[in-house]
Structures are given as C-alpha cells and as structure tokens.
C-alpha cells in the first residue's frame, strides 16, 4: 500500500459521517452521571458506625485488656486491693476478688480468639457498610 | 489545541463541577457509538454500551493522569467495555479472512462519484471489515491516533497494531476501490 493510496483512504474517511446516537444521549448520560453522584454522596456522608457500637466497642477492648493484664499479673494483692478501695466493706471485697482470680485464670488463647472474633465482626460491618463506596 | 480542551473540562470536572462532563460526552459521543454499533450490531444495546463507558471514565476521572491523550484514554474504556460485553454474550467476532486481499488492487478512482456516494461506500466499505480491523481503522484515519496510542487502545503490541492495521487499510483500499469501480459504471 502505497503513500497515494492511504491518502486517499483518510480522505475519504475524514469525509464521512460517523453514526450518532439518540439527540438526547449526552442530556440522558449526564442525568445518570448525577444521580449516581448523589447517592456516592449521601453515602459517604452516612455514619458507618453509630454511637452505641462505638460505646460496646470500647467497653469489649477494655474488658479483654483486663483479662489480659489479669492473666499476666494474677489478681490483686489484697493490700494493693485496699489501699485502691480502702472503704468497701468485705463482702464487696470478696466477691471482687472471686470474680477477677475467675477471670484471670482465663487461657490467653480464650482472649485472643475474642479479640479475632470482634476485630472480624468490625471488618464485615464496614466493608458491607462500605460495599456500594468500594465497588464505587 | 482539542487536547488542552479536554484538559480544560477534566480539571473542571474533577474540581467538582459535573456539568463540564457534558462537553466530553458531546465530543466524543459518536465514536465511542460508533465503536459499540459495529461491536453490538444494535442500536439500543450500543447506546447503553456508550453511556456506561462515559459513567465508568467519569467515575475513574480521578485516575486520569494525563500523561496520554484524554481520548485514548475514552477509547481504551470503550474498547475493552465491548469487549467484555462480547464475551459475555458469547458473540463471535467476524473473521477476518472472510475478505479476500487482493495483491494487485485496481487504483482507487473518485473522479465522477458525487461527495454522497462517496460517504456511503464509504460506511458500506467499514461495514465489511471486521470489529477489530474497523477500530483500528476508525482511530488511524478518523482520529488520527498514532500506532502508540491505538496499541494502548487495543492492548496489542504496537507491532501486532502495526501489522493488522496495514492488513485493514489494505483490505479497506480493496473493497472501496471494488465499489467504486461499480459505482463508476451506474453513473456512466
């Protein structure tokens, strides 16, 4: 194929006339395009997580951080006990000491595969939260 | 110059001003057709193709470096939306040796044929070709991109990009000069 030859192609492709779609075609892109942003928008202005998984959250992470130190230091002196609760009487005493050596006796891995478990539920609750945002 | 325009509308669009999408939409809204017409071979189902590659550049707007042509960029969503879409209808691309190329070819001759018989043998010549081959074509003449830019469209090498763009200029070259010939005779 000679240089004439493709000159004359792009010639008469240049001259033609390309098929068009429906007249309305940009104003009908253009409204899809705006609706899709106003939901992207409403979205990601939605609150994930409310309060009150934020709340039982934190109360679960500190609950698994007393098991942890519980586990590591056992339960506590009673001296330590009394100079941190010098008014309590002795039967509050007790059973706070029956219900931590109970809880301090717990295996580590017990903690550990709750603390798995509530790390995955938080994960499957965001990213399904967060599905239309990530497939966005 | 149409290049510092698309980028003009880009940084608008991405500076949060949707409606300067319209523009890109109005510009390059018969190619990208064009291109899912020959693909789907339907009107309604190209213009859907069309549409959800226009949402799907817009969405990925915020991709776009820049650092190749705006429609190139257009053409390779394009490309690749109708490709995805053929293999999940299952639709077979036409053949392309089903046209046969002539080694010797008759030289192509428009003295005579009127500006409108020249357009639709035109459209009838690209009918014949194949979808890749009619790509190929489409952005070598019609849009003027260069082997470069149409491999990034097609995702072939820019050899493969070479070779079966000169087989689709040849194959072109053949049939319009066939129906030109024909058209010669009708008018004498």
């Known amino acids: ?136 | 110059m149409e290049q510092k325009d698309d980028i003009y509308y880009i940084e608008k669009v991405k500076a949060g001003q949707t409606n300067y999408f319209s523009y890109i939409v109005e510009q390059y809204q018969d190619i990208v057709f064009s291109i899912a017409l020959k693909v789907l071979k339907n009107r309604t189902d190209a213009e859907e193709m069309a549409q959800e590659s226009f949402i799907k550049a817009y969405k990925s707007l915020h991709t776009f470096k820049g650092s190749a042509k705006f429609s190139t960029w257009l053409y390779r969503i394009t490309y690749n939306n109708c490709i995805s879409e053929v293999r999940k209808r299952k639709i077979h691309f036409a053949s392309t040796d089903d046209i046969e190329i002539r080694d010797e070819t008759t030289e192509l001759n428009l003295d005579g044929i009127p500006e409108e018989n020249r357009a639709q043998a035109v459209k009838k010549a690209l009918a014949k070709l194949p979808e890749e081959e009619y790509t190929l074509v489409l952005l070598y003449y019609f849009e003027e991109q260069s082997i470069e830019e149409i491999s990034r469209v097609t995702r072939l090498s820019e050899s493969n990009t070479k070779v079966k763009l000169f087989r689709a200029r040849k194959k072109l070259y053949s049939i319009l000069s066939e129906m030109m010939k024909d058209e010669l005779y009708t008018i004498l």
């Open chain 1, 1 to 136: 194929m000679n240089e004439l030859e493709d000159i004359k192609l792009k010639a008469l492709l240049q001259g033609m006339k390309l098929d068009s779609p429906e007249p309305n075609f940009s104003v009908r892109v253009m409204n899809k395009i705006f609706e899709e942003s106003t939901a992207l928008e409403r979205i990601k202005s939605e609150k994930v997580l409310g309060k009150g998984f934020w709340i039982i959250m934190i109360l679960f992470i500190a609950l698994l951080a007393m098991v942890f130190f519980m586990q590591n230091t056992g339960t506590q002196p009673d001296g330590q006990l009394q100079s941190i609760l010098p008014k309590m009487n002795s039967g509050v005493l007790e059973s706070y000491d029956s219900f931590f050596s109970k809880l301090g006796s717990l295996p580590l891995a017990v903690g550990a595969i709750m603390a798995a478990f509530s790390v995955l539920i938080f994960l499957d609750r965001f990213i399904s939260s967060n599905s239309k945002v990530f497939a966005y």
